[in-house]
């Protein structure tokens, strides 16, 4: 008997949309749940540690985005196909989660002078950085795939590490061919593909 | 019995955890610690290593000459190969779940750690952790702990009734607050017993009271 999901974020894709894409690119039905303001508060005490995104399995919770992506991946089969290759597609989770810290610092630095400095050392340090260590280690594996021959969490981590960079710099991709062709890849997925196509945008 | 190295800086820092994982274990690993020049803060020979390193990063764990990156992600590893996350797949969900947050909380005493010019500043972040970020993770874990008794399991670990990598990572992530704020787990009980007996293991108890003292 599956299992039936119950996803809890905002509406924002921030630490909740990888869950989401893993959910989609195996054709998972889940509750797709975005909270908010009064909502939001309402549902706090009921979470683990006060947070979100919270995934409800059976009425039972787990929290932490990274913990439920892991989860998830295991049950969808997008985890890799040893205790190593897990922990490969494990490591470029945690490195698109730098990535991520790197862009939330810039996203709510609030003095204008230190966002200017900020967002400068993002793109003349911090994302090159990122973006030669990806595409190195696509080159590594191959060219398509980050860990073994197929899809991955890990695919999808990069994926969603680069969906905020890009809205802010839509060229950003452009020496990175593998890294590119690897985006057009998932985009080009069933269920994945109409998500992306057709989700509302947001700002993070 | 695969051949492991763990290369780190000769700190506790991100690499106590995959440390007391393999004591915890008892498998025997080659651990290699770079020596800092404390004055300087600097390290010549990870200046020669960096290169070579896949995230240009430590810790390294090598496996057979194979080489893992990022801290979270060696100590899942391990964690997984030695047996200590859990027996099942939600089991493993909720060791996680732990570790993840005791690395929020590293994260917050790290901006502490960093702070090194305006004195103010670190002042402003020490009274936060006191006042907001310390209690907030006690309650998480107090919860747990509690919700564990409620369920059956009075065992006083975090997961499953016996040592896991969530029970290592709640024990380290507190050894450097408690060293400058000593008092924190004063009216804790649970936590504090948590931490003895995590100090009286068996596999832990040598390791824990001759490791080398470090800084952090």
Known sequence: MMPCYKFYYFDARGRGELCRYALHAKQRDFEDIRLGGDKWQNFKPSTPFGQMPVLDVDGKKLAQSGAIARYLARELDLAGKNCWEQAACDQYMELADDMFTELVKSFFEKDEAKKAEVMKNLNDVVLPKFLALFESSLNRNGGCYFVGDGLTIADLAVYSAFDTPLKRCPTLLDSFPKLKAQRAKIEGLPKLGEYIKNRKPTDI | MSVYKLIYFDLRGRGEIP?????????????????????????????????????????????????????????????????????????????????????????????????????????????????????????????????????????GYFVGGDLTLADLSVYETFTFPLGIHPDILNNHPDLQEHRERIEGHTLLADYIKNRPERPV
Not at chain 2, 31 to 53: H, N, P, Q
Not at chain 2, 65 to 94: D, V
Not at chain 2, 130 to 137: D, L, N
Request: hydrophobic residues 35%.
């Open chain 2, 19 to 155: 440390r007391l994982l393999f004591q915890a274990a008892g498998v025997k690993y080659e651990d290699k610690r770079l020596k800092l020049d404390i004055s300087t803060g600097t390290c010549t020979e990870w200046k020669t290593l960096k290169s070579r390193m896949p995230q240009n990063a430590l810790p390294v764990l090598e496996v057979d000459g194979k080489q893992l990156s990022q801290s979270l992600t060696i100590a899942r590893y391990l964690a997984k190969e030695f047996g200590l996350i859990g027996t099942t797949n939600w089991q493993q969900a909720q060791v996680e779940q732990i570790a993840d947050t005791m690395d929020d909380l590293r994260a917050e005493v790290a901006k502490w750690i960093y702070e090194t010019e305006d004195q103010k500043k670190k002042d402003e972040i020490a009274l936060h952790l006191r006042t907001e970020i310390y209690p907030k993770f006690i309650r998480i874990l107090e919860t747990i702990l509690e919700e564990n008794k409620e369920n059956g399991n009075a065992s």
